[in-house]
């Protein structure tokens, strides 16, 4: 495992870290095994959300850390909050705070580590969030604070009232799944790849050292599922496959291999809830595409170049 310092904290990071928003519907032994497999594999850092599995995943994990309370210490624990599933978001003040409080409680633990806002809410007044934020620092209930989905001008007018970094923006990024990638390689260009549609998230938070999290890492999109053996992704799975046999890893590998091979120091947020796929994943951290495959790879996905 290789590890990195995430900018602005004194947080050291496994470089991959182990999503946990399927592990819902499993045992409290599966999932202490997954995670025994997870933190002996080097992974330290583990995410949450107050809405996974209706908050059935951070109570799963509550229990493994009751069986292991020695494993808190080890951890980077993540969790976000502002979505309240088919009704609204909400970065209220209350909400928040009543969301961390509940998520500590499911946690079994005093803190978490990192605070994501999950998902953009219309509403949000970025003064009642820096007030949360206050709130939630000062008790020691969070030490950092981010966003998950945010355009670059989201997070700016959050930054403007808080006096905590905005360290993370957890955002979707797969080979399949490249928006932030195609816009810059298109760009002024007539295709459909040139559309902006996040505001250059990618270079700005480049710029501004927030470290990006890639979410759905194998997944091609809630419909299709994930990409690898899957049919419609044929030449991307023949060309994962000829790279697998030449570093001797798994096409999983090689797809978390893609998102690392970006120089931005991407953490790939990876969701299998199998020791065994966890294992063959974290493969991904020997294996170094040159700049060629990476291209490959990326023209594999049915996405041209100008
Ligand atoms: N911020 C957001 O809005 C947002 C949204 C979605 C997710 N997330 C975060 O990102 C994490 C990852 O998302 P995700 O679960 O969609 O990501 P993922 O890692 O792309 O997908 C994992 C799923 O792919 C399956 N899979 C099939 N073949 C696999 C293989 N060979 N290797 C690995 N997995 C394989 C896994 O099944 P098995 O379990 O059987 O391996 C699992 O169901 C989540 O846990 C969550 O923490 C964030």
């Known amino acids: 495992m290789n590890y990195f310092q995430i900018p602005k904290t004194n947080l050291?990071?496994?470089?991959?870290?182990?999503?946990c928003m399927r592990i819902a519907d499993k045992s409290v032994d599966e999932v202490e095994k997954l995670v025994e497999t997870a933190l002996e594999s080097g992974i330290n850092f583990f995410d949450h959300a107050d809405i996974y599995g209706g908050g059935q995943s951070e109570a799963i994990f509550g229990e493994v850390l009751k069986r292991h309370p020695e494993y808190r210490q080890k951890m980077i624990i993540q969790t976000k909050c502002g979505i309240v599933p088919g009704k609204r978001y909400d970065f209220s003040k209350e909400h928040i705070l009543q969301s961390v409080q509940n998520s500590l409680d499911r946690l079994q633990t005093d803190y978490v580590d990192i605070l994501l806002l999950h998902r953009?809410?219309?509403?949000?007044?970025?003064?009642?969030?820096?007030?949360?934020?206050?709130?939630?620092?000062?008790?020691?209930?969070?030490?950092?604070?981010?966003?998950?989905?945010?355009?670059?001008?989201?997070?700016?007018?959050?930054?403007?009232?808080?006096?905590?970094?905005?360290?993370?923006?957890?955002?979707?990024?797969?080979?399949?799944?490249?928006?932030?990638?195609?816009?810059?390689?298109n760009m002024n260009m007539k295709e459909a790849g040139a559309q902006d549609k996040d505001g250059g998230v990618l270079d700005y938070c480049r710029l501004h050292d927030i470290t990006i999290?890639?979410?759905?890492?194998?997944?091609?999109?809630?419909?299709?599922?994930?990409?690898?053996?899957?049919?419609?992704?044929?030449?991307?799975?023949?060309?994962?496959?000829?790279?697998?046999?030449?570093?001797?890893?798994?096409?999983?590998?090689?797809?978390?291999?893609?998102?690392?091979?970006?120089?931005?120091?991407?953490?790939?947020?990876?969701?299998?809830?199998?020791?065994?796929?966890?294992q063959e994943m974290v493969q991904a951290c020997d294996v170094h595409l040159t700049r060629q495959q990476w291209y490959d790879l990326y023209l594999a996905s049915e996405k041209p170049l100008p």
């Open 12 to 19: 050291k990071a496994s470089r991959l870290a182990l999503g």
């Open 120 to 185: 953009p809410d219309a509403l949000c007044d970025p003064q009642e969030v820096s007030e949360a934020f206050d709130e939630l620092y000062e008790s020691g209930k969070v030490k950092y604070f981010g966003v998950s989905n945010h355009t670059p001008l989201q997070v700016e007018l959050l930054q403007k009232y808080s006096k905590y970094p905005i360290i993370i923006n957890q955002l979707q990024l797969s080979i399949v799944h490249s928006v932030m990638i195609d816009s810059g390689l």
């Open 213 to 278: 999290q890639p979410w759905s890492v194998v997944q091609a999109s809630w419909a299709e599922g994930c990409f690898i053996d899957h049919p419609n992704y044929e030449k991307l799975n023949s060309v994962m496959e000829e790279l697998a046999k030449e570093y001797h890893v798994t096409k999983s590998a090689i797809a978390i291999a893609w998102l690392l091979r970006h120089p931005a120091c991407m953490q790939p947020i990876m969701g299998t809830t199998s020791p065994v796929h966890l």
